[in-house]
């Protein structure tokens, strides 16, 4: 199964970006959902994670100005971001992760999407 992130570009610092993450199927419903990021030259990071419930974890980097959310009936998970910072610039992903605290993905890599934070 492959995840599909949408919704990056370009924004100026302090702007806010939604990114949407869609898959077909009844597996994703049931999934723990996360969001990561990896920036040219450095390791994947992860972002955030929501569970088929709606419970969620923030990486204490983003905390504050990201949230995440999921349609399970649109079969979607949302990062909405705000106060974008220029550091936040990467390529953000989404995969099913194996728990809400715990960010190790179970899927293989889908496409992700370019977000471009200008100073």
């Known amino acids: 199964v492959q995840l599909q992130a949408s919704g990056g570009g370009l924004v100026q610092a302090g702007g806010s970006l939604r990114l949407s993450c869609a898959a077909s199927?009844?597996?994703?419903?049931?999934?723990?959902i996360a969001w990561y990021r990896q920036d040219p030259g450095k390791q994947r990071e992860w972002v955030a994670a929501?569970?088929?419930?709606?419970?969620?974890n923030i990486a204490d980097s983003v905390k504050g100005r990201f949230t995440i959310s999921r349609d399970n009936a649109k079969n979607t998970v949302y990062l909405q971001m705000n106060s974008l910072k220029p550091e936040d610039t990467a390529v953000y992903y989404c995969?099913?992760?194996?728990?809400?605290?715990?960010?190790?993905?179970?899927?293989?890599w889908g496409r992700g999407t370019l977000v471009t934070v200008s100073s």
């Open positions: 199927g009844n597996i994703f419903s049931s999934a723990i």
């Open positions: 995969n099913a992760a194996r728990g809400v605290s715990d960010p190790r993905a179970l899927w293989s």
């Open positions: 929501i569970s088929r419930y709606g419970g969620t």
